[in-house]
């Protein structure tokens, strides 16, 4: 494999916290995305973060930031499609904001179990988790078609185009995601 690039999703709107950027939110008395940032670093050769809002709260991270090309936040696939053609190597892993506990070797287990598939994405014991994923930037073209088309479903569009989930075992709390204030205030 060729580079393999490591994307933060924190494009959303955080509708469910509040409005605030979801990446943003501080638990444990650092933003959300950093913590994901320590986990995903050290999986990828180089690593972006897709955000619309605070840039410059981003960029401090030293990582390149690049923003949805479509202004409407079309949701994660917006994400996905904008950071695809950003990435200079052939595969992108990708971590949505809010998932701060998500296991050190998950990219390595998709990277083990893709085959010939252009698309993975985790499934753990209990659900698939479509935002955790490696992505083939061939799938750019088709995914730009996607959502041209208005369509927003993301492991729709990667179960159509030839992906399959990859199970891991790690414990369910590994990918539990932090979108409401409840789940900031809840977590275990």
């Not at 180089?46 to 960029?59: F, G, K, P, S, T």
Request: glycine letters at 8%; charged letters at 25%.
């Amino acid at each position: 494999m060729t580079i393999l690039t490591g994307i933060i999703l924190a494009g959303g709107q955080g509708r469910r916290m509040g409005g605030q950027d979801k990446g943003l939110v501080q638990l444990d008395g650092r933003p959300l995305y950093q913590h994901v940032l320590e986990r995903l670093r050290p999986q990828v050769d180089i690593v972006m973060i897709n955000a619309n809002r605070n840039i410059d709260r981003y960029q401090l991270s030293g990582c390149r930031v690049v923003q949805d090309v479509f202004d409407d936040y079309p949701g994660p696939l917006a994400g996905i499609y904008s950071t695809l053609l950003a990435i200079d190597g052939e595969w992108a892993a990708f971590c949505s904001c809010d998932t701060p506990a998500v296991p050190l070797n998950f990219v390595e287990k998709l990277v083990e179990q893709r085959g010939e598939a252009p698309a993975v994405w985790v499934r753990s014991q209990l659900r698939d988790h479509p935002t955790l994923a490696l992505i083939h930037r061939d799938m750019a073209a088709p995914l730009h078609d996607y959502l041209q088309a208005s369509e927003r479903r993301l492991m729709h569009f990667l179960r159509d185009h030839g992906g399959h989930a990859v199970q891991l075992e790690d414990d369910e709390s590994a990918f539990r995601n932090i979108n409401t204030p409840d789940d900031l205030n809840n977590r275990s």
